[in-house]
T-cell receptor, first 110, second 115 residues
């Protein structure tokens, strides 16, 4: 079993709709979780951090964490074509390292 | 402006050559990291350093070497022992501390191609 599992996609979303991305992880001791956005050919950009169970909202983004079920999700409301990118989830593992998933590619269609 | 710079943006290497990728940050972060990304893949950790003059191997350190002589700089050398070095190389930094949350911020990356 991989440490971090993400559906590779592509996740096709109509403009204005909600994009829902999921990520499951295997390390029950993880305390910090992150979502990065990566445009094609560019480096990852941190868009959300979440540390406790529940929801965290930042603009059109909402991260949801459920440690008991070992998953973290990202909702993108009112999706725009500029949201088309690959979204990487990551969690803080032992030794102060991050472990990354393979990413979910999102395509927002006008 | 605070940030992380990487150079060069593109690098071409001949078989058998060692090449060094530069990473500099002015965020006053203690920890720095090197990742490798292959097409359609996630990030894999090569080396990381949480303090000057100290560094640890990541998951795929073979064929790579690093140094951390200054807080601001963490260069990566891709040696001839790395058999498949063509990839996108990303440097990141964060505030260190095992108890910290470790938000990592990335530089723009170096794309290395072996000819």
């Amino acid at each position: 079993q991989k440490e971090v599992e993400q559906n590779s996609g592509p996740l096709s979303v109509p403009e204005g709709a909600i994009a829902s991305l999921n990520c499951t992880y295997s390390d029950r001791g993880s305390q910090s979780f992150f979502w990065y956005r990566q445009y094609s050919g560019k480096s990852p950009e941190l868009i959300m951090s979440i540390y406790s169970n529940g929801d965290k909202e930042d603009g059109r983004f909402t991260a949801q964490l459920n440690k008991a079920s070992q998953y973290v999700s990202l909702l993108i409301r009112d999706s725009q074509p500029s949201d088309s990118a690959t979204y990487l989830c990551a969690f803080k593992a032992a030794g102060n390292k991050l472990t990354f998933g393979g990413g979910t590619r999102v395509l927002v269609k006008p | 402006d605070g940030g992380i710079t990487q150079s060069p943006k593109y690098l071409f290497r001949k078989e058998g050559q060692n090449v060094t990728l530069s990473c500099e940050q002015n965020l006053n972060h203690d920890a720095m990291y090197w990742y490798r990304q292959d097409p359609g893949q996630g990030l894999r950790l090569i080396y990381y350093s949480q303090i000057v003059n100290d560094f640890q191997k990541g998951d795929i350190a073979e064929g790579y070497s690093v140094s951390r002589e200054k807080k601001e700089s963490f260069p990566l050398t891709v040696t001839s022992a790395q058999k498949n070095p063509t990839a996108f190389y990303l440097c990141a930094s964060s505030i260190a501390g095992a108890g910290g949350r470790n938000e990592q911020f990335f530089g723009p990356g170096t794309r290395l191609t072996v000819l």
